[in-house]
């Protein structure tokens, strides 16, 4: 497992590759000149912990203390502003991350944004497949969560499957997330 683990670090750094997010709210905010920031702030689960508890019952003590050392390498990268191991191949994560525009981002492979060919942007989820929702059964993983994409005034929206939209309530088009497989899909052009 320790191999596995310390190759799941890797990409840890990247806050990608083997964390999933569990409980958590995200806020992705376009600026006016295609710009943005995704904010993210909840738990996640370390996958390849998880498939091991699944199998095993719980982590050998040296799994378990790399993964909690793990928390300190997440507390380095930039935007990262809380990182902390909380037992059972989970964290506490909160970041915030600027990118530029036509800047592509993957959130732990859950939520992509990126510049399709006609110019508009896009934010959406890769396709959900049976062999993950197996997967996410045996090991028990659940979700819940939040999704808002706050847009400028200068946007024009093509197409969304938003739960809620911007008004008096809410700055943002929103979704509520309660399963792997939920594809949110947002799709603008800045005008």
């Not at 689960?45 to 203390?65: E, F, R, S, T, Y």
């Not at 090991?139 to 197409?159: C, F, H, R």
Request: net charge positive.
């Amino acid at each position: 497992m320790k191999k596995l683990v310390l190759a799941c670090a890797a990409g840890l750094v990247l806050l990608s590759g083997c964390l999933f997010p569990e409980k958590f709210k995200s806020t992705i905010t376009f600026a006016e000149d295609g710009s943005y920031t995704t904010q993210f702030d909840g738990t996640v689960v370390n996958v390849m912990g998880v498939m091991v508890i699944a199998d095993h019952g719980k982590l050998a003590p040296a799994d378990d203390q790399a993964l909690k050392k793990d928390a300190d390498t997440f507390a380095k990268t930039p935007g990262v502003t809380k990182a902390k191991y909380i037992g059972n191949a989970r964290y506490e994560l909160a970041f915030s991350q600027d990118r530029k525009r036509g800047q592509a981002a993957n959130l732990f492979d859950m939520i992509k944004i990126g510049t399709n060919k006609d110019g508009s942007v896009f934010v959406t989820a890769p396709p959900f497949r049976e062999s993950d929702r197996k997967q996410m059964q045996k090991v028990k993983m659940d979700v819940n969560g939040e999704l808002v994409i706050k847009l400028p005034k200068n946007a024009e929206v093509i197409q969304t499957n938003a739960h809620s939209k911007p008004g008096v309530f809410s700055s943002g088009y929103s979704w509520k997330i309660e399963k792997a497989d939920q594809r949110p899909i947002m799709v603008f052009r800045l005008k």
